[in-house]
């Protein structure tokens, strides 16, 4: 069974709040929050922010956030394999990875895009879409 397709509606019922919570978790400004920033390119996030944000997300929505959520969902129905090899996303993966994070700018996804990097895609509205799908978790 797959879950309903995440709109426009659903983003923008919790960007405002999400937008904030990144804004207080990397010390910027909320008008630096852009929908499609990268939250590592632009606002200057590090990987031990992930984690930070993460808890924050959890603690504002009160919902559960699994650790490895993120890229689990995104490598979707594709076994690991046909997802990276050797520290790189596949061709496959790439197009799953385009899918899914449709947030993101065509032009973030370079080739070869090692899978390590994956977190340099992620923007605010790809957070958005990991806390509506958390709710709907969490309501199911």
């Known amino acids: 069974m797959t879950s309903p397709a995440i709109s426009a509606e659903d983003i923008d019922a919790v960007y405002p709040k999400v ?23 632009d606002l200057d996030a590090e990987s031990i922010d992930f984690l930070d944000l993460v808890f924050r997300l959890e603690r504002g929505f009160g919902v559960k956030i699994p650790r490895g959520k993120i890229v689990e969902d995104a490598r979707g129905p594709l076994a690991e394999a ?4 050797k520290g790189l996303v596949t061709d496959a993966g790439l197009a799953r990875l385009r899918e ?41």
């Open 82 to 85: 046909e997802f990276e090899s």
């Open 19 to 41: 937008a904030q919570i990144i804004a207080d978790a990397l010390g910027c400004e909320l008008d630096e929050v852009k929908p499609t920033a990268s939250l590592i390119e």
């Open 100 to 140: 899914f994070l449709s947030e993101v700018p065509a032009e973030r996804f370079t080739t070869p895009l090692k899978s390590a990097d994956i977190p340099r895609l992620f923007t605010p509205q790809t957070f958005c879409k990991v806390v509506v799908r958390a709710q709907r978790a969490g309501a199911g």
